[in-house]
């Protein structure tokens, strides 16, 4: 018989966990604070915050950055599902050439809906990768991830 895994339940904030998984920069490191479940961002080695990571390392789990070809490969989810068309053809095409993330964001972009439509696919996206990430370490976020629509709610009122 199979013997089932317990998960660590920990009171996550989706919305920063996103932020962080999404806007990994060069030089920048977030950490999932495995006691509160807050997302601490370090910014320099001699952040306060750092010096805390560096003191307990079991502590704080790295928070991965979401790739460009894991990007690329959301898109090329989210075109499959598109209805065949000359759009989609210009798409498919722009996934495979150099460069193309952004020129297929720009072709979406003249179509507010279709923008919007692949904004929330992606965002969805976002979170189920995150979801198995947290998985993969024996966590279970407390709540479930918002869907979409309400991550719009949430940007429009930081705007």
């Known amino acids: 018989m199979a013997e089932a895994i317990l998960l660590k339940m920990l009171d996550v904030d989706w919305a920063d966990l996103e ?3 999404r806007d990994a920069i060069s030089g920048v490191q977030s950490y999932l604070d495995l006691g509160s479940g807050e997302v601490v961002v370090i910014i320099d080695e001699h952040d306060l915050d750092a010096e805390h990571v ?3 390392p079991d502590r704080f789990l790295p928070i991965p950055a979401f790739s460009t070809s894991e990007g690329i490969e959301v898109l090329r989810e989210f075109v499959a599902q598109l209805p065949s068309s000359e759009l989609r053809r210009r798409l498919e095409f722009h996934c495979q050439a150099p460069g193309g993330l952004k020129r297929c964001l720009e072709i979406l972009a ?3 809906r279709l923008f919007d439509r692949f904004t929330r696919f992606e965002e969805q996206a976002i979170f189920e990768r ?3 990430w947290l998985a993969a370490h024996g966590i279970q976020a407390q709540q479930l991830p918002p869907r979409p629509p309400q991550l719009s709610l ?3 009122a930081i705007n």
């Open 130 to 132: 995150l979801h198995w």
């Open 54 to 56: 560096a003191r307990c």
């Open 154 to 156: 949430i940007a429009s």
């Open 19 to 21: 932020i962080a998984f």
């Open 110 to 112: 003249e179509s507010a």
